[in-house]
């Protein structure tokens, strides 16, 4: 690993050569280019800077990048063309008779360089920078000069790039992370495919970061001392694998941040298995996140698409089912699930539409049924269920991969940062929501009771969550903190968090040994095989579990 530019052009040859910088399109382009080529000017390297942006087609741009008119206020349809797909044809340019042609911008790839080199920006500081029109980061994909929307960011350019990333992957020649844009740190691309085969066959945690909302609490700030941009802890993102990076390099020193996700990419039978993989190709389909509304409030009241809808109108092969974990919470803190067995949908229609057109309170407890958020219950949500957090909770959830589809009925008259109502989706909520997930039969199915499975001295492994439909299982593991507890893979990824106690360590069948704190997460790689939970201390220990069940 190196840092600066001056030692990241060190392996490009004096010429002539092409040299292509690709990356995703939130991203300061000209620094980046520029960095470049003034530390090739230092090596006395001719140098000519092209931005393959200007030959992107205005027509395919426009035709691929802008939404429709009448498209949907709130949810886009994932993309799915390629990068070069917004070129009329092949980008072309013409071979330097010395020195180095530096192509940049998404796309460079396409221009049969000699080089390529992915320059990245991991995705929080896309969200932020498009959420407060901040350029040249807070563009979209296809307009470098016009502030960008969450919306395309999320659905378009994300979906595109990505895809465009892991196809370069495994013959990338360097990755380059900007973070720190003056002293780039980069890594070759051997070094990145061979620290990425070796995570792919141990346990690996990835970088956790807090997003802040109206709704958050201080819980996170609280208890673990992190202290946020906006206010709030609201969103603790733990493993959300599409957004979710892995450190790699000395604590002290250079790291760079590699996507998560290209593990699975590269990896994809060690890393998930190969019954995942068959099932879920390179996708990684559970996350593991905290909602904080510990001196927050209510999350709003929304569910999320069934699998039909979700399929067929956002393009995503498999659903988003959650649960609920409750780590901590406070007292008279509740969750809202499902509806009361009297609920009438047709007035609970009425007043939503009432709500959203004139601000009028909605009186959601007459609708929804409430239970005590007790520490240690885990709730479960398939999709169509109507579900809220309420305030004075520490949530982790644990659901199905994809996150960006809360199709919200109400939000309590919350308004955003501008002043204006929060904007809700409750009429893809109404067509999403099943209405035969009410009364007693909530209670019974989706709030149930922990199961033994198998047991230890000193430990038990329980099942506290597993349903019909739901493709993955919850379960638990309780400690007395006096001996280990033993497990294995069996072929299908794990992902542990530890929820009470001082912690545990992880060590494996062929000695790695991982520390895993409270309120952390890692990931179990399904290679791993065997491996055994120490507990930390002599306090109990209770590490929660999840992994896709056998169909």
């Not at 904007?423 to 209670?443: I, K, M, Q, Y």
Request: hydrophobic share 40%; net charge negative.
């Amino acid at each position: 690993m190196v840092t600066g530019w001056d030692a990241a052009v060190s392996a490009v040859p004096a010429g002539p050569a092409v040299l292509a910088l690709e990356g995703p399109a939130a991203l300061d382009w000209q620094a980046a280019a520029q960095g470049v080529a003034k530390a090739l000017r230092a090596r006395s390297t001719e140098v000519v800077l092209v931005d393959v942006r200007a030959s992107w087609s205005p027509e395919a741009v426009e035709r691929l990048c802008a939404p429709e008119v009448e498209a949907d206020a709130f949810f886009l349809p994932l993309a799915g063309f390629e990068v070069a797909d917004l070129f009329e044809g092949r980008p072309v340019v013409e071979r330097p008779r010395r020195g180095v042609l530096v192509v940049y911008g998404p796309g460079a790839s396409l221009c049969a360089p000699d080089l390529t080199w992915w320059v990245d920006l991991p995705k929080r500081y896309a969200e932020r920078a498009v959420a407060a029109g901040a350029l040249p980061v807070g563009v979209n994909l296809g307009r470098p000069d016009v502030p960008g929307e969450l919306r395309n960011l999320f659905y378009t350019d994300w979906p595109v790039t990505d895809r465009h990333r892991d196809a370069l992957a495994p013959t990338l020649d360097r990755w380059i992370d900007v973070q720190d844009p003056g002293a780039p740190a980069s890594l070759d691309g051997a070094a990145v495919r061979a620290t990425l085969a070796g995570l792919a066959r141990q346990p690996v945690r990835s970088r956790p970061y807090f997003n802040s909302t109206a709704w958050g609490g201080h819980w996170a700030a609280d208890r673990l001392g992190f202290t946020p941009d906006d206010g709030s802890t609201a969103l603790g993102y733990e493993l959300i694998a599409p957004e979710a990076g892995v450190l790699v390099g000395e604590d002290a020193g250079a790291q760079v941040e590699l996507p998560f996700q290209l593990l699975c990419v590269l990896h994809p039978e060690a890393f998930l298995g190969p019954d995942v993989h068959r099932d879920y190709g390179t996708s990684f389909p559970i996350r593991f996140d905290y909602l904080d509304t510990v001196g927050g409030g209510n999350l709003s009241l929304h569910c999320h698409p069934q699998e039909r809808y979700m399929r067929e109108n956002f393009g995503w092969p498999y659903t988003q089912h959650e649960t609920y974990y409750v780590t901590e919470s406070t007292p008279r803190a509740q969750v809202f699930l499902g509806l009361r067995q009297d609920a009438d949908t047709d007035v609970l229609r009425k007043e939503v539409e009432e709500s959203a057109a004139h601000g009028t309170q909605l009186h959601v407890e007459d609708h929804i049924q409430t239970f005590p958020a007790e520490p240690g219950r885990l709730f479960m949500i398939p999709a169509g269920t109507p579900h809220a957090s309420g305030a004075g909770n520490l949530v982790l959830e644990i659901s199905a991969t994809p996150y960006l589809y809360s199709l919200r009925l109400y939000d309590w008259l919350r308004r955003s940062g501008s002043g204006v109502p929060r904007p809700l989706s409750h009429r893809h909520a109404f067509a999403n929501l099943d209405t035969g997930r009410r009364g007693e039969d909530v209670a019974a199915d989706l709030v149930q009771r922990p199961r033994t499975v198998r047991e230890g001295t000193g430990w038990r492994e329980e099942v506290i969550g597993a349903l019909p439909g739901m493709f993955y299982a919850v379960h638990r593991f309780v400690l007395d903190g006096t001996c280990a507890a033993d497990d294995d893979t069996e072929n299908r990824f794990h992902i542990l968090n530890v929820v009470a106690g001082d912690g545990v360590v992880v060590e494996t069948a062929d000695g790695r040994r991982h520390d895993l704190a409270f309120a952390e997460t890692l990931t179990v790689p399904a290679s791993v095989g065997g491996y055994r939970l120490h507990p930390v201390g002599a306090r109990p220990v209770q590490v929660v579990k999840s992994l896709v069940v056998p169909v």
